[in-house]
């Protein structure tokens, strides 16, 4: 096939690059040519990334620390609310209400009515989802339009970049950065730095896209950093898109602090959340996007001519799951309290393994993840197939195909202007079960002993 | 109007030297807040006008197509079982879980007599719904022109325009004594250009209820051939086919699978639209453009919910052409359940179009020369004859002089339509 950059000049004299790839199909060439937005998809993306490293890690029956889904079940409490849903008469199985299945959306509004500090409409506030990917997916195609700016904050997950890319956005990318000075041992030494953040608002950007807790780093945002944010929303009218999914899992007592609870900014905030990470049920694709019903609509308009209905019984577990939350809220019973503390321990175990072989891992502060600087570590890493791949890349496979241990390298995570200044990372996930763990353990301690 | 506070003039851009003002209220209703192109002008939808009157439980819901009868209880089964599984409760493969596309290519492979590739020519998607949208997000450009045939399943121009594709209507007529909805063939072939990308056909049809044949298949297909388009088959009734007539899958005649996707639903299959599973089939070359939407907006469907349709598929593949398979028990079952709602329209009255597939029959009501003259009159007849109706407790849709009645539902709700039905002959 053959691809050719055609540069237009449309009505208003700005110049548009369109790359058209045309394809060697048999049956004709003027079509089908897919459209410029996917012809120009980073290759290099995470989400492929992870389907490229599980396989390599099937193929060595590695122990897999790369893959952020838990390997362990969801709570019984909603197992069980999801076997009475599914036995719970007709309706269960067949549509409801496109918007969100009235029983989530009601308990959702409660429940998070009393965080936010506001009367949260469940009828015209929340859109109920296929997953918190497709919460953003609606979000970026209601509100990007062609030539639009968005603030992408890095580290990042993946599928903010081509999400913005298909609704005709341009992506500005601004980095998370470890300090300068003294040890950095945990994701909050990472930062933002004000000038920098500042200097990326211009009269073209149209929203900025926060991850807290954050995903690969593990950075849970402070409300200092936040108000940092807001400021800058408010001074330049920007909305914000804040990726909340981890939102329960926080350690050594931070608070996750929800932007669009400060002054100014539930008016232009969509906050997205997920059940998936809420109940570790991440193939149950239930997933929300919460803000003012001004813009709510508009992703409301992309959903119903996109999904239109979300799966009916899936729903009303998730809702019964949140009423039961919302009744031991802050106790010791809730899953939101549990949870934490289960990972909290498997958190500092992990660190401790790494640390032991020579790797220096940024604890985390919240979330699934944790990352570790590699650049300590002399390895062999001739493996001539991975000759042009970044280091922590050729890291990875090497870990695989040596070691038995699957991760994912973190430059994956960074756009393609800064990636080359982090490619010493790797990430893990540790929210798997003890055996899992011990594995890992029992992988790291034999290579430890054997230096 | 609403309070406002404060005229802000904000200068926009030198170069395009253009003013904007936002007014502050108490909403900030600013510019930048507003939606994107793309979706200007869908948000119209007439489901979500009727269906919270339709909520109303003393109304019998003849409106919505969805079934009141319980799915199969295997299938119910096999996803209390696949809920079980830990495994099955995280994450699957983004283009499908690899139990389902499995016997989706058996199943199929079997109706297409060919080899279908599970992983390449397969993807599963959030319904028949979210196949269409990721088929018209992957291959519809800005300027394409897509035909589509009249009447039809109302997302089609919603989700062409939101593509930047430009909708080329077509509609279907009824001709001759038998009262045959046709396409005239000389207005079809003037639909086609250089800027078609593709037409778009749905058999068995909602809301007619028509099989396409396989000779007007073949119109159709010479067509896409000689015009170079695609064909996007919307077939999620496919397996409600009545006696004496027969579905043709259009990717089946030559020349049409390397052009054509095909839809498929779960939820129609099994009676569990509330699970919203659907795929589309189709060749690899145009499939993977398929999956790059579906990466970029869902990544994946839900893991147990696709297990046990890729179970209950299984189960059928092994009884299919027999008594006991489900395709074959539901549309007979439903052939009944048409029979006698065409009986009770008569007896009214109107006029039915009794459908050859699918759940839906549309009834001609000029015939009952109903007087809406009270219900305002600045809305089109139809929809005051819907809003009568449902005044009179019975909710369905409507075209022109049409109404379309869904019945997939049990006796019992058949039984509460006739006895209204009755009622209206005696008024």
């Not at chain 2, 800005?142 to 997302?155: H, M, R, S, T």
């Not at chain 2, 994946?300 to 593949?317: D, H, I, N, S």
Request: proline share 5%; hydrophobic share 40%; aromatic share 12%.
């Amino acid at each position: 096939d053959c691809s050719a950059y055609l540069k237009l000049c449309n009505k208003n004299g700005h110049y548009k690059y369109i790359l058209q790839r045309i394809l060697s199909s048999s049956v004709s060439s003027h079509w089908p040519c897919p459209k410029r937005k996917y012809s120009y998809k980073n290759k290099e993306c995470c989400l492929e990334e992870e389907v490229e490293f599980t396989q390599l890690a099937a193929d060595y029956k590695a122990v897999n620390l790369g893959q952020g889904f838990p390997d362990f079940s969801p709570p019984s409490f909603v197992q069980e609310a999801f076997c009475k849903a599914l036995n719970g008469g007709f309706s269960m199985h067949q549509y409801t209400r496109a918007f969100g299945h009235p029983n989530l959306v009601k308990i959702l509004a409660k429940f998070f009515s009393r965080i936010v500090g506001r009367e949260i409409d469940p009828m015209e506030d929340i859109l109920v989802s296929v997953g918190a990917y497709q919460a953003l997916f609606c979000t970026f195609q209601a509100l990007i339009d062609e030539g639009d700016e968005v603030i992408i904050v890095e580290p990042f997950f993946d599928c903010y970049q081509p999400m913005v890319m298909m609704a005709g956005g341009t992506a500005v990318y601004v980095p998370l950065k470890p300090v300068c000075c003294g040890p950095v041992l945990s994701s909050a030494d990472w930062v933002l730095s004000p000038e920098e953040l500042a200097s990326k608002f211009s009269p073209r950007t149209k929203a900025i896209v926060i991850n807290t807790p954050n995903n690969p780093l593990g950075k849970v945002y402070q409300r200092e950093e936040l108000q940092m944010i807001a400021d800058l929303c408010i001074k330049h009218d920007v909305i914000c898109i804040s990726d909340e999914v981890y939102e329960w899992l926080t350690y050594d007592g931070t608070k996750h602090v929800k932007i669009a609870s400060l002054p100014g900014m539930w008016e232009r905030t969509v906050t997205i959340g997920s059940a998936g990470k809420t109940f570790s049920a991440t193939g149950w694709k239930v997933g929300w996007a919460m803000g003012s019903g001004h813009i709510l609509k508009h992703l409301k308009t992309v959903h119903q001519n996109s999904v239109y209905h979300c799966a009916t019984a899936a729903q009303e577990a998730v809702a019964v799951g949140f009423q039961r939350e919302y009744d031991v809220f802050g106790t010791e019973e809730s899953y939101f309290h549990q949870l934490p503390i289960h990972l909290h321990e498997k958190r500092l175990r992990l660190a401790d393994c790494l640390k032991s072989v020579g790797l220096k891992p940024i604890l985390p502060q919240g979330g699934y993840f944790m990352i570790a600087d590699i650049s300590n570590l002399n390895v062999d890493l001739t493996d001539p197939s991975t000759k042009d791949e970044p280091y922590d890349y050729r890291f990875v496979k090497w870990l695989i195909k040596e070691k038995g241990l699957a991760t994912i390298p973190v430059s994956a995570f960074y756009s393609p202007e800064h990636r080359n200044e982090f490619q010493k990372y790797i990430r893990f996930c540790f929210v798997k079960e003890d055996t899992t763990l011990q594995a890992a353990e029992d992988i790291l301690r034999q290579w430890s002993d054997s230096k | 109007m609403d309070s406002w506070r404060t005229v802000k003039v904000l200068q926009r851009e030198k170069i395009c030297n253009m003013y904007r003002i936002v007014f502050l209220n108490d909403k900030m209703a600013s510019i930048k807040h507003k939606n994107a192109k793309r979706i200007e002008g869908l948000d119209k939808n007439v489901w979500v006008a009727f269906t919270s009157v339709a909520a109303d439980p003393s109304i019998v819901n003849l409106g919505q197509g969805y079934p009141d009868i319980p799915p199969p209880s295997y299938v119910k089964e096999g996803l209390a079982q696949a809920a079980m599984v830990d495994r099955l409760n995280q994450y699957t493969r983004g283009f499908g879980h690899p139990t389902l596309v499995k016997a989706l290519s058996k199943v199929y492979g079997k109706v297409y007599d060919r080899q279908l590739d599970p992983f390449k020519e397969i993807l599963i998607t959030v319904g028949g719904y979210g196949s269409l949208f990721s088929t018209m997000q992957a291959l519809v450009e800005e300027g394409d022109e897509v035909i589509i045939i009249e009447p039809f399943f109302d997302c089609y121009v919603p989700m062409v325009k939101m593509a930047g594709g430009k909708p080329v209507l077509i509609p279907l007529r009824l001709v001759g004594y038998s009262a045959d909805w046709v396409l005239d063939q000389k207005e079809l072939a003037s639909k086609f250009n250089s800027k078609t990308k593709a037409i778009i056909i749905n058999t068995p049809n909602n809301p007619i209820g028509k099989i396409f044949s396989r000779s007007e298949l073949q119109a159709i297909a010479d067509l896409c051939i000689k015009h170079d388009t695609l064909c996007f088959s919307d077939e999620v009734y496919e397996w409600l086919v009545y006696k004496g007539h027969e579905h043709v899958k259009i990717a089946t005649l030559p020349g049409m699978w390397d052009r054509t996707i095909t839809i498929g639903s779960a939820g129609k299959t099994f009676s569990v639209t509330g699970w919203k599973l659907g795929w589309s089939i189709g060749p690899d070359h145009l499939i993977k453009h398929l999956q790059t939407v579906m990466q970029n907006s869902l990544y994946t469907c839900p893991t147990p919910l696709q297990e046990a349709v890729g179970q209950g598929l299984l189960r059928e593949f092994e009884l299919m052409g027999k008594p006991d398979c489900y395709f074959t028990s539901l549309a007979l079952e439903l052939e009944g359940k048409r029979d006698r709602m065409a009986a009770m329209l008569r007896q009214t009255g109107m006029t039915p179009v009794v459908p050859e597939g699918g759940y839906f029959m549309i009834v001609d009501v000029t015939a009952l020369n109903q007087d809406l003259s009270h219900m305002g009159d600045d809305e089109p007849y139809d929809y005051k004859f819907v809003k009568w109706m449902i005044k009179e407790k019975v909710f369905c849709f409507q075209f022109e002089k049409y109404i379309r009645l869904c019945f997939i539902k049990q006796e019992s709700t058949l039984d509460a339509a006739e006895a209204i039905l009755k009622s209206w002959n005696k008024g």
